[in-house]
DNA sequence: TCTGGGGTCCTAGGACCC
DNA sequence: TCTGGGGTCCTAGGACCC
């Protein structure tokens, strides 16, 4: 068995960069970017880190500041990173054959045997070059033998700026080294509770979580755990996947801008989400079963009357179609609904997949699938993604309040012709 | 007043069967 | 009806990720 090695680039602050490319008025200055809503803090840049503002704190809390410093702020511009992200992917899949698109700012990369013909932090280094250069984004390479490890070279490659970008753990001497000066929470996979539990079992740093024995970790806590600490002892538990894994699962949720009181409000909100998960379906190209409704109150008004609950359905035969699913979707509500809520936040999911063709109606089935069902959803997806005009379904309503807030939204610059950058 | 959205995987427990 | 082991399937909920 040859031994394997991987990388994981990961763009620098990656939201936070990609406003600061169109407006180069703004280096050296602290950007933060706002979660949907503008809710709460999701990026900063390395100036607005320096100044304390902290990752997913609401903005309210940090208002003070964003003016005393006078930082500048967006809302989420997912059509402008998605597009850049495809750039950064596209040029390393130049550079390796095998890249895992991990998240919309990181990539897994398979160097195994790659070692034997290419000098690898070369290879790291002017993999940051290139995307620096071409893309005008920022990346850290780390270097290891499993994902845990590479993933835990990156962040030391963030973390000290004497790495210049690229830390290579390949030797275990390294890897100790390194380990047993990160703290546990640093560890990928281990999130706040297993760390709290974590530490009150004595391990502390993630040299002792390596260290710790395997069946012990396992009883404790489970499977995933167990593979983290082989992973951080160099044996890969996870390989490069390189295919898009089809989706188990579709989800359609947002919190209000404004609370819903009223039934029709939400019914718009149930419908309009209906029509967004149907659409990411077809585009998945594929057909769907169950539909679950879920509508809550906020968990932050303690003081309130508190209600949340889900209600999930079938329908007798796997659909893309947007109709079937707006059907459903309201009967579960009108069983959900309660009045005297101040609602904060539904949603919708779809499950229980089946590729095109699969399923068979039973013979004496007496429902039927909607007429013309293809060529409807065809032409409504057609005309949406076309850019020139968007057809609703009238239960969608038409600028409703409770649709989200993205107050300090940035142009388009790549994606839309009319939001082109002007040179003056 | 103001606190994101969209995913995955794992486990425990209940229903049901032989 | 009770006794018992062993298996499958499903769902809810918890934990994690970005």
Known sequence: MTATLFALVDCNNFYASCERL???DLQGKPIVVLSNNDGCVVARSAEAKQLGVKMAVPVYQVMDMIRAHNIAVFSSNYALYADISNRVMTTLEHMVPRVEVYSIDEAFLDLSRLDR???ITQLAAD????IQQWIGISVCVGIGPSKTLAKLANYAAKKYPMTQGVVDLRTTERQRRLMALTPIDEVWGIGRKIAQRLKLMGIHTALQLADAPPKLIRDS???????????LNGIACDDIQQLVATKQQIVSSRSFGERITHLTAMQQAINDYTCRACEKL???GQFARTLSVFIRTSYFTEHQPQYSQVLTGNLTYPSDDTRDFIALAQRLLSRLWREGYAYAKAGVMLGDFYAPGVFQLGLFDEVKPQPKSRALMNLLDSVNHSGKAKIQFAGQGLNADWSMKR???SPRYTTQWAHIPTVK
Request: aromatic share 8%; net charge positive.
């Open 22 to 24: 169109f407006r180069p």
């Open 117 to 119: 013909c290419q000098d």
């Open 127 to 130: 993999i940051r070059q290139r």
């Open 221 to 231: 806590f489970s499977v995933t755990v167990e593979r983290t600490v082989h992973e």
């Open 282 to 284: 077809r585009v998945e």
């Open 407 to 409: 107050n300090q939204l």
